[in-house]
């Protein structure tokens, strides 16, 4: 069983930057996948960022050059982050990090709200 919990999320204006912090405990020696995801009502979760435990990241091609996904480990507490740069507002939404022994989310944070005002 993995925990996850999101910090970082807030309002900031069209062209800023945020960085999100995701803190995994628990079984963390399972995790092969983290990612960063999100969701604005009445549409379906979508991937914005996923790295595997290798360090090879992907992201979603509307943010690609905008973000960088990393990943750190220290003891038994793995780190993820989402650094987000020049954002738009059409990156509104709820950004949720997940985790899993494959590469397909297993354990999910609470969420993080992100609002981009114009």
């Known amino acids: 069983q993995v925990q996850l919990v999101e910090s970082g999320g807030g309002l900031v204006q069209a062209g800023g930057s945020l960085r999100l912090s995701c803190v995994a405990s628990?079984?963390?020696?399972?995790?092969?996948?983290m990612g960063w995801y999100r969701q604005v009502p009445g549409k379906q979760r979508e991937l914005v960022a996923g790295?595997?435990?290798?360090?090879?990241?992907?992201?979603t091609d509307s943010m690609k050059g905008r973000v960088t996904i990393s990943r750190d480990r220290v003891e038994n507490t793995v780190y993820l982050y989402l650094q987000m740069n020049n954002l738009k507002p059409e990156d509104t939404a709820v950004y949720y990090c997940?985790?899993?022994?494959?590469?397909?989310?297993?354990?999910w944070g609470q969420g993080t709200q992100v609002s981009v005002s114009s």
């Open positions: 997940a985790s899993s022994r494959n590469w397909t989310p297993e354990s």
């Open positions: 628990g079984n963390v020696d399972s995790i092969l996948f």
């Open positions: 790295i595997g435990r290798g360090g090879i990241s992907r992201y």
